[in-house]
């Protein structure tokens, strides 16, 4: 069962374009949601996080649009870069029963290429 | 150096052999976790620790064992590896709560044949 649905699988934007990248959820104690970057030989690395009270977050180029009562959230990558060329990866997280177990579950990646 | 550290980065193994794949870390963090990676499929949960006395498995843990041997040290075995254990795997840590970022390491290629 996915429960964090991502897409598209790949894409492909010219220098300067914006990129877009949706996400969609079923369990609704999500309660965080970051986007992660991974650069090929790397570990995946936080990119930029949203919690569920704010239906948008900004920091430099990059965006998280969050629609709460639709169960979706987006990375918006504003003036695409030929250095963003990478996969990227949303995910959640809940707490669970316990208080202290929390995991996170993650989107299957888009890669994106970034033509110069 | 890197926080967290991952032996080796690549290997290649037959069907039915045992293999180990190591995590060590600096970050001080009590939670580490092993990920498989596959194309398509993202990041899926394998097995995760919170303490030295707490291992937890994850979504996908058939076929595999871990072991926390130290706050630093958290190892992933394949019993006898199958070729469908063919697979990017990672380890992360991080700090218990709401909004911590996990950190990763390098990855570890493995190859099953």
């Known amino acids: 069962q996915q429960q964090v649905k991502q897409s598209p699988q790949s894409l492909i934007v010219q220098k300067g374009g914006i990129s877009i990248i949706n996400c969609a959820y079923e369990?609704?104690?999500?309660?965080?949601f970051p986007w992660y970057q991974q650069f090929p030989g790397k570990g995946p690395a936080l990119l930029i996080a949203i919690r569920p009270d704010v239906s948008e977050k900004k920091e430099g180029r990059f965006t998280i649009s969050f629609n709460k009562s639709a169960k979706q959230f987006s990375l918006h990558i504003m003036d695409s870069q030929p250095g963003d060329s990478a996969t990227y990866f949303c995910a959640a997280s809940n707490p669970y029963p316990s208080g202290s177990a929390r995991q996170l579950t993650f989107g299957s990646g888009t890669q994106l290429t970034v033509l110069p | 150096d890197a926080d967290v550290t991952q032996t080796p980065r690549n290997r290649i193994t037959k069907t039915g052999k045992r293999i180990m794949l190591e995590c060590s870390q600096t970050k001080g963090h009590d939670r580490m976790y092993w990920y498989r990676q596959d194309p398509g499929l993202g990041l899926r949960l394998i097995y995760y620790?919170?303490?030295?006395?707490?291992?937890n498995k994850g979504e996908i843990s058939d076929g595999y064992s871990v072991s926390r041997q130290a706050q630093a040290k958290f190892s992933l075995s394949l019993e006898s590896a199958i070729p469908n254990q063919t697979a990017l795997y990672f380890c992360?840590?991080?700090?218990?709560?709401?909004?911590?970022?996990?950190?990763f390491g390098q990855g570890t290629r493995l190859t099953v044949v």
């Open positions: 992360a840590t991080s700090d218990p709560g709401v909004g911590t970022e996990a950190f």
């Open positions: 620790s919170f303490d030295v006395k707490d291992i």
């Open positions: 369990n609704t104690a999500f309660d965080y």
